[in-house]
């Protein structure tokens, strides 16, 4: 009953609105021109739906786009990796990561990826929002298909020893306006967050801003708070595309991956 | 119309060998030197049509010295080959396929596919390499 009138509700918005959106998301230098895009589609309350419509399918075109430089997809007001505020024992090992080509990347021997190494793992990205279970689930479709599950229900984050680090942390939400904020303590050393290979400690603290500026388009953005690993806080994001039509098929990294033995770098 | 009809075929041609820059789970160059190329040329004798990576084994015969040595391709992960035309059943064991690709670091008979030939057929495939694709966060500034 309920999927019929969010339907009914959709298909009355889609009539009744322009053809195209004139969202304003676009992305940083060299970006291709994102093709005319339907509005934003909307739950009956009226704030954005961030997975397929009832009665399609598709994902988010996970894979590229970094917190920093402003290419391709990434937005306009990234800093540059130069601008990063390192703190001195990070910005050394950030550069020795550089130098040996990234060949100590856990994600390469299938460690689950957290924070914004979700929203750039290849192979599809999904995200549900469950209202009854006040839920809001974030797919992987590569990597270990991780699932990480983020609280809509006003809980507040473990405090001190009840907090145990892991790969995806604790995760509350809220909607602000058309924007899902997630907040997000609680992560373990055992991986990288994003894929340039930006340290971090166990005091990390993001803050994620995801919103659908047009049916096409998610745009997503970080805040990163670590003062263990850098001297103040600072934020990039990027857009990720609409992959209409299809569903992403299994994978699991661990299935047969031979990479990690070859990995010698520079 | 026959003029058309080898446009057409061109251009399939070129969307099945089109690797384009094919994100990995690991870094490229890590494993593998882009200075190196490899091409050889020999009998399948496994194919592991598995996650993260395709993989495929072909026996290869030293012309000089007569000795075969089984050598490792990965290609791209199996829906990113459905994507340039590839089923699982593509490579057979004991098919004869020619390799064009890049060598890895460690000195290994084990390489990146960027292009198979199937001998029997003549039929081109591109491999989805990943070779060429920076890694985002250090795009040039």
């Known amino acids: 009953m309920q999927s019929r009138w969010i339907a009914a509700c959709l298909s009355v918005a889609l009539l009744c609105l322009p053809a195209v959106s004139m969202a304003q998301a676009r992305g940083g230098r060299g970006a291709t021109p ?3 895009s339907a509005p934003t589609p909307r739950w009956p309350d009226g704030h954005p739906l961030l997975s397929a419509p009832p009665g399609q399918i598709g994902y988010w075109d996970s894979g590229t786009g970094s917190l ?3 290419n391709g997809n990434n937005l306009p007001t990234n800093m540059e990796t130069s ?34 190494r979700q929203f750039h793992t290849p192979f599809g990205l999904l995200i549900y929002e469950l209202p009854e279970a006040k839920r809001v689930l974030i797919l992987s479709g590569g990597g270990v298909r991780t699932w990480r599950v983020v609280y809509m229900d006003r ?22 306006g058309d924007t899902l904020v997630i907040d997000t303590i609680g992560f373990n050393e055992k991986f990288w967050f994003v894929r340039a290979g930006f340290p971090h400690t166990e005091a990390l603290h993001l803050t994620e801003r995801i919103s659908r500026p047009d049916f ?4 997503y953005e970080a805040t990163v708070d670590d003062p263990r690993a850098y001297t103040r806080s600072w934020s990039g994001g990027w857009l990720i595309n ?21 990995l010698v770098g520079r | 119309m026959k003029r058309r009809s080898l446009g057409f075929s061109a251009i399939i041609t070129g969307l099945l060998v089109w690797a384009g820059p094919m994100l990995a ?7 593998y030197d882009s200075t190196k190329p490899v091409k050889v040329t020999g009998a399948v004798t496994r194919v592991d049509w598995m996650n993260p990576h395709a993989y495929f084994y072909i026996d290869v015969k030293d012309t000089a010295s007569g000795r075969v040595q089984n050598w490792a391709f990965e290609l791209a992960a199996p829906s990113v080959l459905q994507r340039q035309g590839w089923t699982r ?53």
């Open chain 1, 34 to 36: 994102r093709p005319p």
């Open chain 1, 68 to 70: 920093t430089g402003k």
């Open chain 1, 83 to 116: 601008e990063v505020p390192f703190q001195p024992w990070a910005k050394a090992l950030y550069e020795e990561r550089q130098r040996t080509q990234s060949k100590n990347d856990p994600h390469a021997r299938c460690a689950a990826p957290g924070g914004p």
């Open chain 1, 155 to 176: 809980r507040t984050h473990p405090q001190g020893d009840a907090l145990n680090p892991g790969f995806l942390g604790h995760s509350v939400g809220h909607w602000e």
């Open chain 1, 216 to 219: 096409n388009t998610l745009k």
């Open chain 1, 242 to 262: 609409w992959h209409p039509g299809e569903d992403f098929e299994e994978y699991f990294c661990t299935d047969n991956n031979r990479d990690a033995e070859h």
């Open chain 2, 25 to 31: 789970h690991h870094s490229f160059a890590a494993e």
């Open chain 2, 89 to 141: 059943s593509t490579l057979k064991v004991g098919d004869v396929i020619t390799v064009d690709g890049t060598r890895a670091k460690d000195g290994g008979n084990h390489g990146n596919a960027r292009t198979v030939i199937n001998a029997a057929t003549g039929k081109k495939y591109g491999a989805g390499s990943s070779e060429g694709q920076a890694p985002a966060e250090t795009t040039p500034q």
